[in-house]
C-alpha cells in the first residue's frame, strides 16, 4: 500500500502561483510513476504531469506546459507540483497519484486538494 497525502492548494488571483505538495508513505515508491491530476466542477478528472519515481523526464498536458513543473524530493518522499501564470482555467480539485511502471492505471490516490483562481 501507497499513502498519497496533498497540501498546498489555496485562492490565488490569476497570474499567480501555488505549489502542490504530495507526501508519499508506505511501500517504497521507487518502481512508481508519480502524477498529478485534476478535476473542474462539472468534468471528468484529467492528466496533468507526471514523472517516474527513480528519474526521467517529466510530461505534461498540453495547457499546462511552460507553467507547471513536476519535481521530488527523495529525502522527504514528496513531489511538487510547481505552478505559475495561473489561470481561472486551472481551477479544480488536484489530485496527487502513483502507478507501478508496470502497472496500465494509477493505484493509488490521495484525498485531493482545492486549487481556486479569481480572475
Known amino acids: 500500500q501507497v499513502q498519497l497525502v496533498e497540501s498546498g492548494g489555496g485562492l490565488v488571483q490569476a497570474g499567480g502561483s501555488l505549489r502542490l505538495s504530495c507526501a508519499a508513505s508506505?511501500?517504497?515508491?521507487?518502481?512508481?510513476?508519480m502524477g498529478w491530476f485534476r478535476r473542474a466542477p462539472g468534468k471528468e478528472r484529467e492528466f496533468v504531469a507526471a514523472?517516474?519515481?527513480?528519474?526521467?523526464?517529466?510530461y505534461y498536458t498540453d495547457s499546462v506546459k511552460g507553467r507547471f513543473t513536476i519535481s521530488r524530493d527523495g529525502a522527504k518522499n514528496t513531489v511538487f507540483l510547481q505552478m505559475n501564470s495561473l489561470k481561472p482555467e486551472d481551477t479544480a480539485v488536484y489530485y496527487c497519484g502513483a502507478r507501478r511502471v508496470d502497472s496500465p492505471s494509477y493505484d493509488y490516490w490521495g484525498q485531493g486538494t482545492q486549487v481556486t483562481v479569481s480572475s
Open positions: 514523472v517516474r519515481w527513480s528519474g526521467g523526464t517529466p
Open positions: 508506505g511501500r517504497t515508491i521507487s518502481s512508481y510513476y
